[in-house]
Protein backbone atom coordinates (compact mmCIF):
# COMPACT_ATOMS: atom_id res chain seq x y z
CA UNK A 1 0.00 0.00 0.00
CA UNK A 2 3.03 2.32 0.70
CA UNK A 3 4.08 2.14 -3.09
CA UNK A 4 0.98 2.30 -4.71
CA UNK A 5 0.02 5.89 -4.67
CA UNK A 6 3.95 6.50 -6.53
CA UNK A 7 3.26 3.84 -8.71
CA UNK A 8 -0.10 4.70 -9.49
CA UNK A 9 0.65 8.25 -10.62
CA UNK A 10 4.23 7.03 -12.55
CA UNK A 11 1.54 4.40 -14.31
CA UNK A 12 -0.99 7.50 -15.29
CA UNK A 13 2.03 10.14 -16.09
CA UNK A 14 3.22 7.17 -18.51
CA UNK A 15 -0.68 6.76 -20.25
CA UNK A 16 -1.72 3.55 -18.64
CA UNK A 17 -5.57 4.17 -17.93
CA UNK A 18 -6.29 3.29 -13.92
CA UNK A 19 -8.33 0.78 -13.57
CA UNK A 20 -11.34 -0.10 -11.02
CA UNK A 21 -9.69 -2.28 -8.92
CA UNK A 22 -6.80 0.95 -8.64
CA UNK A 23 -9.58 3.02 -8.07
CA UNK A 24 -10.69 1.23 -5.21
CA UNK A 25 -7.90 0.71 -3.87
CA UNK A 26 -6.94 4.08 -3.76
CA UNK A 27 -10.82 4.83 -2.04
CA UNK A 28 -9.28 3.28 0.93
CA UNK A 29 -5.52 4.66 0.97
CA UNK A 30 -4.69 5.44 4.45
CA UNK A 31 -2.96 8.87 3.65
CA UNK A 32 -5.78 10.62 2.33
CA UNK A 33 -4.24 14.38 2.17
CA UNK A 34 -1.25 12.76 0.13
CA UNK A 35 -3.88 11.27 -2.64
CA UNK A 36 -5.54 14.34 -3.04
CA UNK A 37 -2.36 15.90 -3.45
CA UNK A 38 -1.08 13.77 -5.96
CA UNK A 39 -4.35 14.20 -7.93
CA UNK A 40 -3.47 18.15 -7.81
CA UNK A 41 0.06 17.17 -8.99
CA UNK A 42 -1.62 14.98 -11.81
CA UNK A 43 -4.03 18.02 -13.03
CA UNK A 44 -1.18 20.29 -12.92
CA UNK A 45 1.11 18.00 -15.21
CA UNK A 46 -1.28 17.22 -17.81
CA UNK A 47 -3.93 20.51 -17.90
CA UNK A 48 -1.34 23.44 -16.08
CA UNK A 49 -2.65 25.89 -14.62
CA UNK A 50 -5.83 27.41 -16.53
CA UNK A 51 -8.65 27.71 -14.88
CA UNK A 52 -11.77 26.94 -16.52
CA UNK A 53 -15.21 29.16 -15.70
CA UNK A 54 -18.52 28.77 -16.79
CA UNK A 55 -21.69 30.46 -15.21
CA UNK A 56 -25.51 29.41 -16.52
CA UNK A 57 -28.62 30.99 -16.75
CA UNK A 58 -31.59 29.25 -15.22
CA UNK A 59 -34.00 30.08 -18.80
CA UNK A 60 -36.77 27.84 -17.94
CA UNK A 61 -38.11 27.27 -14.39
CA UNK A 62 -40.02 24.84 -12.75
CA UNK A 63 -42.89 22.34 -13.28
CA UNK A 64 -40.85 19.90 -14.86
CA UNK A 65 -42.95 16.91 -15.74
CA UNK A 66 -39.83 14.23 -14.72
CA UNK A 67 -39.59 12.96 -11.33
CA UNK A 68 -35.58 13.09 -10.29
CA UNK A 69 -35.53 13.08 -6.77
CA UNK A 70 -33.06 15.51 -5.91
CA UNK A 71 -34.36 18.52 -8.01
CA UNK A 72 -36.61 21.17 -6.55
CA UNK A 73 -38.03 22.20 -10.35
CA UNK A 74 -39.47 19.07 -10.32
CA UNK A 75 -43.69 18.93 -10.37
CA UNK A 76 -43.47 15.76 -8.47
CA UNK A 77 -42.72 17.73 -5.61
CA UNK A 78 -45.32 20.15 -4.83
CA UNK A 79 -43.66 21.65 -1.73
CA UNK A 80 -40.51 22.60 -3.01
CA UNK A 81 -40.64 26.26 -3.69
CA UNK A 82 -38.98 27.49 -6.61
CA UNK A 83 -39.79 30.35 -9.03
CA UNK A 84 -41.75 29.41 -12.48
CA UNK A 85 -41.64 30.89 -15.71
CA UNK A 86 -41.51 29.79 -19.64
CA UNK A 87 -38.84 32.00 -20.40
CA UNK A 88 -36.35 34.02 -18.46
CA UNK A 89 -36.88 37.81 -18.83
CA UNK A 90 -34.28 39.52 -21.75
CA UNK A 91 -33.35 42.07 -19.89
CA UNK A 92 -32.61 40.34 -16.93
CA UNK A 93 -30.52 37.70 -19.08
CA UNK A 94 -28.58 40.07 -20.67
CA UNK A 95 -27.48 41.16 -17.05
CA UNK A 96 -26.41 37.98 -16.29
CA UNK A 97 -24.57 37.34 -19.25
CA UNK A 98 -22.53 41.00 -19.44
CA UNK A 99 -21.66 40.02 -15.28
CA UNK A 100 -20.51 37.28 -16.42
CA UNK A 101 -18.04 38.33 -19.49
CA UNK A 102 -16.91 41.56 -16.73
CA UNK A 103 -15.41 38.83 -14.81
CA UNK A 104 -13.88 37.04 -17.16
CA UNK A 105 -15.85 33.74 -17.61
CA UNK A 106 -15.48 31.41 -20.52
CA UNK A 107 -18.58 30.16 -21.16
CA UNK A 108 -22.18 30.27 -20.40
CA UNK A 109 -25.29 27.93 -20.97
CA UNK A 110 -28.93 28.57 -21.01
CA UNK A 111 -30.52 25.95 -18.63
CA UNK A 112 -34.05 24.90 -18.96
CA UNK A 113 -36.65 22.62 -16.78
CA UNK A 114 -38.20 20.03 -17.95
CA UNK A 115 -37.43 17.25 -20.21
CA UNK A 116 -36.45 18.53 -23.09
CA UNK A 117 -36.66 21.23 -25.55
CA UNK A 118 -39.01 21.82 -28.98
CA UNK A 119 -37.99 23.82 -32.21
CA UNK A 120 -40.53 26.24 -31.19
CA UNK A 121 -38.64 26.60 -27.52
CA UNK A 122 -35.51 27.23 -29.14
CA UNK A 123 -36.31 29.46 -31.83
CA UNK A 124 -37.31 31.57 -28.44
CA UNK A 125 -34.43 31.09 -27.35
CA UNK A 126 -32.39 31.91 -30.26
CA UNK A 127 -32.50 35.77 -30.02
CA UNK A 128 -31.29 35.50 -26.53
CA UNK A 129 -27.60 33.31 -27.95
CA UNK A 130 -28.03 35.51 -30.48
CA UNK A 131 -27.85 38.77 -28.55
CA UNK A 132 -24.87 36.88 -26.00
CA UNK A 133 -22.81 36.34 -28.65
CA UNK A 134 -22.91 39.68 -29.92
CA UNK A 135 -22.36 41.07 -26.82
CA UNK A 136 -19.78 39.13 -25.16
CA UNK A 137 -16.87 37.11 -26.11
CA UNK A 138 -18.00 33.89 -24.35
CA UNK A 139 -18.67 30.56 -25.75
CA UNK A 140 -22.27 29.34 -25.56
CA UNK A 141 -23.42 26.35 -23.70
CA UNK A 142 -26.91 24.54 -23.29
CA UNK A 143 -28.51 22.52 -21.18
CA UNK A 144 -31.92 21.32 -22.00
CA UNK A 145 -32.71 17.77 -20.83
CA UNK A 146 -32.95 15.05 -23.56
CA UNK A 147 -31.62 16.10 -27.11
CA UNK A 148 -33.55 14.85 -30.57
CA UNK A 149 -30.60 14.85 -33.22
CA UNK A 150 -32.17 17.84 -35.01
CA UNK A 151 -32.82 20.13 -32.15
CA UNK A 152 -29.25 19.36 -31.59
CA UNK A 153 -27.96 20.49 -35.43
CA UNK A 154 -30.22 23.59 -34.38
CA UNK A 155 -27.60 24.43 -31.52
CA UNK A 156 -25.25 23.97 -33.44
CA UNK A 157 -26.58 26.44 -36.13
CA UNK A 158 -26.88 28.78 -33.59
CA UNK A 159 -23.18 28.45 -33.06
CA UNK A 160 -23.81 26.78 -29.20
CA UNK A 161 -20.36 24.94 -29.29
CA UNK A 162 -21.53 22.56 -26.32
CA UNK A 163 -24.18 20.33 -24.37
CA UNK A 164 -24.83 19.29 -21.12
CA UNK A 165 -26.54 16.34 -19.96
CA UNK A 166 -25.50 15.09 -16.91
CA UNK A 167 -25.70 11.39 -16.22
CA UNK A 168 -26.15 11.95 -12.33
CA UNK A 169 -25.31 8.71 -11.03
CA UNK A 170 -24.21 5.12 -12.69
CA UNK A 171 -26.08 2.79 -14.66
CA UNK A 172 -27.09 0.25 -11.68
CA UNK A 173 -28.47 3.15 -9.08
CA UNK A 174 -30.35 5.65 -11.89
CA UNK A 175 -33.84 4.11 -11.11
CA UNK A 176 -33.13 5.17 -7.68
CA UNK A 177 -32.69 8.73 -8.73
CA UNK A 178 -35.28 9.18 -11.57
CA UNK A 179 -38.18 6.72 -12.85
CA UNK A 180 -39.40 8.85 -15.63
CA UNK A 181 -36.46 8.83 -18.29
CA UNK A 182 -33.40 6.78 -18.04
CA UNK A 183 -29.87 6.57 -17.86
CA UNK A 184 -29.48 4.96 -21.32
CA UNK A 185 -31.54 8.10 -22.80
CA UNK A 186 -29.39 10.25 -21.11
CA UNK A 187 -26.23 8.59 -22.45
CA UNK A 188 -28.27 8.52 -26.07
CA UNK A 189 -28.77 12.35 -26.09
CA UNK A 190 -24.37 12.65 -25.48
CA UNK A 191 -24.30 11.11 -28.44
CA UNK A 192 -26.21 13.02 -30.30
CA UNK A 193 -24.93 16.45 -29.48
CA UNK A 194 -21.11 14.81 -30.12
CA UNK A 195 -22.77 13.73 -33.42
CA UNK A 196 -23.67 17.13 -34.20
CA UNK A 197 -20.85 18.33 -33.96
CA UNK A 198 -20.85 19.90 -29.95
CA UNK A 199 -18.65 19.02 -27.33
CA UNK A 200 -19.82 17.06 -24.47
CA UNK A 201 -19.61 18.09 -20.44
CA UNK A 202 -21.42 14.96 -18.36
CA UNK A 203 -20.84 14.47 -14.45
CA UNK A 204 -23.19 13.75 -11.90
CA UNK A 205 -24.21 14.52 -8.26
CA UNK A 206 -22.68 13.06 -5.23
CA UNK A 207 -24.22 12.76 -1.81
CA UNK A 208 -27.22 10.97 -2.98
CA UNK A 209 -26.84 8.05 -0.53
CA UNK A 210 -24.58 6.52 -2.88
CA UNK A 211 -21.40 4.48 -2.05
CA UNK A 212 -17.52 5.11 -2.79
CA UNK A 213 -17.93 2.31 -5.43
CA UNK A 214 -20.91 3.57 -7.12
CA UNK A 215 -18.95 6.87 -7.83
CA UNK A 216 -15.75 5.24 -9.66
CA UNK A 217 -18.69 3.54 -11.63
CA UNK A 218 -19.85 6.63 -12.77
CA UNK A 219 -16.75 7.69 -13.48
CA UNK A 220 -15.67 4.69 -15.13
CA UNK A 221 -18.85 5.02 -17.61
CA UNK A 222 -18.06 8.47 -18.51
CA UNK A 223 -14.30 7.49 -19.63
CA UNK A 224 -16.21 4.45 -21.32
CA UNK A 225 -18.18 6.80 -23.60
CA UNK A 226 -15.16 8.53 -24.93
CA UNK A 227 -16.55 12.03 -25.32
CA UNK A 228 -16.84 13.75 -22.20
CA UNK A 229 -14.12 16.59 -21.66
CA UNK A 230 -15.64 18.43 -19.17
CA UNK A 231 -17.21 16.68 -16.23
CA UNK A 232 -19.26 18.47 -13.31
CA UNK A 233 -19.41 17.28 -9.82
CA UNK A 234 -22.02 18.21 -7.93
CA UNK A 235 -22.18 18.15 -4.67
CA UNK A 236 -25.88 17.41 -2.90
CA UNK A 237 -27.38 20.16 -1.03
CA UNK A 238 -30.59 18.71 0.17
CA UNK A 239 -33.52 20.81 -0.58
CA UNK A 240 -36.55 21.02 1.67
CA UNK A 241 -39.63 18.87 0.22
CA UNK A 242 -37.08 17.02 -2.39
CA UNK A 243 -37.42 13.15 -1.63
CA UNK A 244 -33.78 13.81 -0.86
CA UNK A 245 -34.10 16.61 1.64
CA UNK A 246 -33.87 14.41 4.77
CA UNK A 247 -29.95 13.17 3.65
CA UNK A 248 -27.27 14.58 5.48
CA UNK A 249 -24.64 16.36 3.69
CA UNK A 250 -21.31 15.16 2.37
CA UNK A 251 -18.34 15.62 4.87
CA UNK A 252 -15.60 17.68 2.83
CA UNK A 253 -12.90 14.97 3.43
CA UNK A 254 -14.92 12.67 0.81
CA UNK A 255 -15.92 14.90 -1.73
CA UNK A 256 -12.61 15.58 -2.00
CA UNK A 257 -11.42 11.62 -2.07
CA UNK A 258 -14.04 11.46 -4.68
CA UNK A 259 -13.12 14.54 -6.90
CA UNK A 260 -8.93 12.93 -6.69
CA UNK A 261 -10.16 9.25 -7.58
CA UNK A 262 -12.01 11.33 -10.71
CA UNK A 263 -8.74 12.98 -11.67
CA UNK A 264 -7.06 9.80 -11.37
CA UNK A 265 -9.87 8.08 -13.56
CA UNK A 266 -10.16 11.43 -15.88
CA UNK A 267 -6.72 12.91 -15.75
CA UNK A 268 -6.83 15.20 -19.25
CA UNK A 269 -10.41 15.95 -18.43
CA UNK A 270 -11.95 19.43 -17.08
CA UNK A 271 -13.27 18.44 -13.61
CA UNK A 272 -15.93 21.05 -12.71
CA UNK A 273 -16.97 21.91 -9.24
CA UNK A 274 -20.78 22.69 -9.61
CA UNK A 275 -23.56 23.43 -7.41
CA UNK A 276 -23.38 22.33 -3.46
CA UNK A 277 -19.80 24.02 -2.86
CA UNK A 278 -21.35 26.82 -1.02
CA UNK A 279 -21.93 24.21 1.92
CA UNK A 280 -18.12 23.85 3.03
CA UNK A 281 -17.99 28.33 2.95
CA UNK A 282 -14.28 28.86 2.79
CA UNK A 283 -13.26 25.19 2.67
CA UNK A 284 -15.10 24.80 -0.86
CA UNK A 285 -11.30 25.97 -2.39
CA UNK A 286 -10.07 23.18 -0.92
CA UNK A 287 -11.75 20.76 -3.63
CA UNK A 288 -9.37 23.06 -6.18
CA UNK A 289 -6.07 21.34 -4.26
CA UNK A 290 -7.68 17.65 -4.62
CA UNK A 291 -7.81 17.65 -8.43
CA UNK A 292 -10.51 20.04 -10.06
CA UNK A 293 -9.77 22.63 -11.94
CA UNK A 294 -12.72 24.00 -13.37
CA UNK A 295 -15.85 25.55 -11.46
CA UNK A 296 -19.47 26.79 -11.97
CA UNK A 297 -19.70 30.29 -10.58
CA UNK A 298 -22.11 32.60 -10.04
CA UNK A 299 -25.68 31.44 -8.81
CA UNK A 300 -26.97 27.69 -9.37
CA UNK A 301 -30.51 26.69 -10.82
CA UNK A 302 -32.63 26.47 -7.50
CA UNK A 303 -29.51 27.27 -4.61
CA UNK A 304 -27.01 30.12 -4.25
CA UNK A 305 -23.42 30.37 -5.44
CA UNK A 306 -20.03 32.09 -4.36
CA UNK A 307 -19.86 35.47 -4.92
CA UNK A 308 -17.28 35.73 -8.43
CA UNK A 309 -15.34 37.90 -6.81
CA UNK A 310 -14.09 35.96 -3.93
CA UNK A 311 -14.01 32.97 -6.52
CA UNK A 312 -11.66 34.57 -8.78
CA UNK A 313 -9.41 35.98 -5.35
CA UNK A 314 -9.33 33.09 -3.79
CA UNK A 315 -8.59 30.76 -7.38
CA UNK A 316 -5.68 33.53 -8.00
CA UNK A 317 -4.29 33.18 -4.76
CA UNK A 318 -4.07 29.46 -5.98
CA UNK A 319 -2.13 30.36 -8.53
CA UNK A 320 -4.50 29.24 -10.90
CA UNK A 321 -4.75 31.52 -14.33
CA UNK A 322 -8.42 32.49 -14.30
CA UNK A 323 -8.68 34.89 -17.27
CA UNK A 324 -7.54 32.95 -20.34
CA UNK A 325 -9.39 32.67 -23.83
CA UNK A 326 -8.02 29.13 -24.90
CA UNK A 327 -9.55 25.80 -25.56
CA UNK A 328 -12.01 24.69 -22.29
Not at 32 to 43: I, M, V
Not at 49 to 65: E, K, P, Q, V
Not at 217 to 232: F, H, K, Y
Amino acid sequence: MADLLRDTFSMITEGTVLSRETALLLARYPDQPKLWSAADRLRRRFLGDHFHLCSIINARSGGCTEDCRFCAQSAHHATANVPEYSMIDYEEAMRIARSNEAHGVHRISLVTSGRAVDTRALNQFSALYSEIQRETTMQLCASMGLLEQKHAEQLKAMNVSRYHCNLETNARRFPEVCTTHTWQEKVATLKVAAAAGLSVCSGGIIGMGETMEDRIDLALELRQLGIVGSIPINILTPLPGTPLGHLTPLPLEEVLTTIALFRFLHPTAVIRIAGGRQQFGSNQYRCFAAGANGAIVGDYLTTTGSQIEEDLARLREMDFIVRWNGPN
